[in-house]
């Protein structure tokens, strides 16, 4: 894909480390302790749902946050941060995985003075529903004359919404009109073998995402990379419309499909309110190519 790739994964168990050792402040130099540690991590299946439910018990009553750290090669990591849930939380959803793939979790909490020890290890395997059909307006798994009268509906305003609208667009034109729910009847009635009509994208937005500084004081001849960061970034079309929204991996990267167009990247701050947070980020897709950027998080480490 790209050859930024090429970051070492292993870099991401510093991310939790550096995230954890903060600036020493006024709390810490009065001797409060670190925090005690978040103990009986669960992790929760949500099905057909490409997301899992984590639960812990926080133990601490001056912790500055925590961090969840995650894993998809097993349970002795590498590592890298999935989400820094804020003070006083004990559950967090983390969506946007992949199907069929087995991810490892711990969580440690910190404030000025330190960090915790790590929780118990727990997994879980993310599970998503079956593909539906092309012209499966209604999400029922099958292509009938009800999906075709559904998108005769929606173009005339009769109904707000599809179930899968993103299927009942037959011809892949961007909307759904009567020229779809024609194609679909046509299909229904057997005048069509198939309904794979919508030409194949090859273009789109692919780059990753960073997180920095990640070191509380920068030292003279010591390096302080940004490193990788896992994070869910919602791509707007011109008119501020949601079109898109992809999570990037352990390794900080992602890819998207996406046509011909300007875009406007909008990274998704995991705390609102609160560090780390990126700026928006206008993009220009070109036809049969795909744009790299690179998405900065601002850690709030200083």
């Known amino acids: 894909m790209l050859g930024i790739r090429t970051i070492q994964i292993t870099a991401l168990a510093a991310l939790g480390?550096?995230?954890?050792?903060?600036?020493?402040?006024?709390?810490?130099?009065?001797?409060?302790?670190?925090?005690?540690?978040?103990?009986?991590?669960?992790?929760?299946?949500?099905?057909?749902?490409?997301?899992?439910?984590?639960?812990?018990?926080d133990n601490a009553d001056h912790e500055g946050q925590f961090v969840l750290e995650r894993s998809s090669t097993g349970p002795d990591g590498p590592w890298g941060v999935a989400?820094?849930?804020?003070?006083?939380?004990?559950?967090?959803?983390?969506?946007?995985?992949?199907?069929?793939?087995?991810?490892?979790?711990?969580?440690?909490?910190?404030?000025?003075?330190?960090?915790s020890d790590y929780?118990?290890?727990?997994?879980?395997?993310?599970?998503?529903?079956?593909?539906?059909?092309?012209?499966?307006?209604?999400?029922?798994?099958?292509?009938?004359?009800?999906?075709?009268?559904?998108a005769l509906q929606f173009n005339a305003g009769l109904v707000n919404s599809l179930p899968c609208s993103e299927f009942a667009d037959v011809n892949g034109d961007g909307s759904v009109d009567a020229l779809d729910a024609s194609l679909i009847l046509q299909f229904v009635?057997?005048?069509?073998?198939?309904?794979?009509?919508?030409?194949?994208?090859?273009?789109?937005?692919?780059?990753?995402?960073?997180?920095?500084?990640?070191?509380?004081?920068?030292?003279?001849?010591v390096p302080c990379p940004d490193l990788p960061f896992s994070a869910k970034i919602v791509v707007e079309d011109e008119d501020g419309t949601e079109v898109a929204s992809v999570v990037s991996g352990d390794d900080g990267t992602f890819q998207i499909e996406l046509g011909a167009g300007v875009y406007v990247l909008v990274?998704?701050?995991?705390?609102?309110?609160?560090?780390p947070f990126a700026h928006e980020l206008a993009v220009e897709v070109l036809e049969d190519a795909f744009t790299e950027v690179l998405i900065q998080y601002d850690s709030g480490i200083r």
């Open 119 to 150: 929780s118990n290890v727990v997994s879980g395997t993310a599970t998503a529903l079956p593909t539906p059909p092309i012209g499966d307006a209604d999400c029922s798994g099958s292509v009938d004359s009800i999906d075709a009268a559904l």
């Open 17 to 57: 480390t550096a995230l954890l050792l903060l600036l020493t402040s006024e709390a810490s130099r009065a001797g409060e302790p670190p925090p005690a540690a978040p103990t009986n991590l669960q992790a929760m299946v949500v099905a057909d749902a490409l997301k899992i439910t984590l639960l812990w018990d």
């Open 83 to 115: 989400a820094l849930p804020p003070a006083d939380s004990t559950s967090h959803n983390d969506s946007g995985l992949e199907d069929d793939v087995t991810y490892w979790y711990r969580i440690a909490a910190s404030n000025a003075a330190g960090t």
């Open 267 to 275: 990274p998704q701050a995991p705390n609102p309110g609160a560090p």
């Open 189 to 221: 009635a057997g005048l069509l073998d198939d309904l794979n009509l919508a030409p194949a994208k090859e273009s789109g937005i692919e780059g990753v995402v960073t997180i920095g500084p990640m070191c509380p004081v920068m030292q003279k001849g």
